[in-house]
């Protein structure tokens, strides 16, 4: 069996560092042109992110299995293996709710989050260019703050990391401070409060290197965004920040993985469903309680 994954470019990187995965396909390829895997022509399609456009396409390319769900009305013309799955309303969590596809290949297995972390395997990654390496302090907990989203998630005020980064003892910790290029502006703050104490690494490396990176550290804090679950994956100490509100609660978003940490208050709320540039349950996290957790790990190089 030959396995495939779409996506962009943008996330060809993750892809392609799971040992699972054989082939990762361009989705813009697939929209334009034949495709295949090992040679041959693809034999089935998840729709695991349903798009319209690519549920049209598989059709065309008379797919044999076309697995979508029950939900998305594009799905009845286009797919013939329908799973019934609703996905705002369920309890679970969305990598469990994505393996409800396999319902069409006879696997109807309740996957948990610690079983799911099990079968997670980046571990085909690039050698870290040696002038990053370089910037890495074998002797200490290489822990990285990943404060932005890009605005997709509630994020954690900037004082909250400049408070956990004085609260930090660089004695023990190598602090690192992550971003894209296009972050760098909105991190200054941060950076003018705390830059001799950190290593700002933002805007210098594409994902792939990112990854890598991420690798050769220990630990990574963030809001719900894509670095958190890469760390999970590589089972580092991921340590999440999350709001209580449906459905970007950790209960659907958290990352997984054996190291995996979420803070969120303890409480159902909404207040903030309409205001996504302000979240008081967000900001009730205190970084005394991320520092006190990361000291508590007592996992420091000798």
């Given at each position: 069996?030959?396995?495939?994954?779409?996506?962009t470019?943008?996330?060809?990187?993750i892809?392609?560092?799971?040992?699972?995965?054989?082939?990762?396909?361009?989705?813009?390829?697939?929209?334009?042109?034949?495709?295949?895997?090992?040679?041959?022509?693809?034999?089935?399609?998840?729709?695991?992110?349903?798009?319209?456009e690519?549920?049209?396409?598989?059709?065309?390319?008379?797919?044999?299995?076309?697995?979508?769900?029950?939900?998305?009305?594009y799905?009845?013309?286009?797919?013939?293996?329908?799973v019934?799955?609703?996905?705002?309303?369920?309890?679970?969590?969305e990598?469990?709710?994505n393996?409800?596809l396999?319902k069409?290949?006879?696997?109807?297995?309740?996957?948990?989050l610690?079983?799911?972390?099990?079968?997670?395997?980046?571990?085909?990654?690039?050698?870290?260019?040696?002038h990053?390496?370089?910037?890495?302090?074998?002797?200490?907990?290489?822990?990285i703050?990943?404060?932005?989203?890009?605005?997709?998630?509630?994020?954690?005020?900037?004082?909250?990391?400049?408070?956990?980064?004085?609260?930090?003892?660089?004695?023990?910790f190598?602090?690192?401070i992550?971003?894209?290029?296009?972050?760098?502006?909105?991190?200054?703050?941060?950076l003018?409060?705390?830059g001799?104490?950190?290593?700002?690494?933002?805007?210098l490396?594409?994902l792939?290197?990112?990854?890598?990176?991420?690798?050769e550290?220990?630990?990574?804090?963030?809001?719900?965004?894509?670095?958190?679950?890469?760390?999970?994956?590589l089972?580092k100490?991921?340590?999440?920040?999350?709001?209580?509100?449906?459905p970007?609660?950790?209960?659907?978003?958290?990352p997984?993985?054996k190291?995996?940490?979420?803070?969120?208050?303890?409480?159902?709320?909404?207040?903030?469903?309409?205001?996504?540039?302000f979240?008081?349950?967000?900001?009730?996290?205190?970084p005394?309680?991320?520092?006190?957790?990361v000291?508590?790990l007592?996992?420091?190089?000798?």
């Amino acid at each position: 069996m030959t396995i495939g994954i779409m996506g962009t470019p943008y996330t060809k990187a993750i892809i392609e560092s799971c040992k699972y995965v054989d082939v990762f396909i361009d989705k813009d390829d697939f929209l334009k042109q034949q495709v295949s895997l090992a040679g041959e022509p693809p034999q089935c399609l998840l729709h695991v992110l349903p798009r319209p456009e690519i549920a049209k396409r598989a059709k065309e390319l008379q797919i044999p299995w076309r697995i979508g769900t029950t939900n998305r009305w594009y799905h009845w013309p286009t797919c013939n293996k329908l799973v019934k799955l609703s996905r705002n309303r369920s309890p679970l969590h969305e990598a469990q709710l994505n393996l409800k596809l396999l319902k069409p290949f006879g696997i109807n297995h309740d996957f948990s989050l610690p079983e799911i972390a099990e079968l997670t395997d980046m571990s085909r990654l690039p050698v870290l260019p040696p002038h990053f390496a370089a910037l890495l302090q074998a002797d200490k907990f290489k822990i990285i703050l990943h404060p932005k989203s890009r605005g997709n998630a509630r994020e954690w005020d900037l004082d909250h990391y400049v408070t956990l980064v004085k609260l930090l003892d660089t004695n023990k910790f190598q602090i690192i401070i992550s971003g894209t290029s296009g972050e760098k502006a909105d991190l200054q703050p941060l950076l003018d409060q705390v830059g001799e104490r950190v290593t700002d690494i933002s805007g210098l490396m594409g994902l792939p290197e990112f990854i890598s990176l991420i690798a050769e550290c220990d630990g990574l804090v963030a809001c719900s965004t894509g670095p958190l679950h890469i760390a999970a994956a590589l089972q580092k100490h991921a340590l999440g920040i999350y709001p209580p509100m449906r459905p970007i609660h950790p209960g659907r978003w958290q990352p997984i993985g054996k190291h995996a940490k979420v803070f969120v208050l303890d409480k159902n709320c909404s207040d903030c469903r309409k205001n996504k540039t302000f979240c008081p349950c967000t900001q009730a996290i205190r970084p005394e309680d991320i520092k006190n957790y990361v000291e508590s790990l007592g996992i420091f190089p000798k």
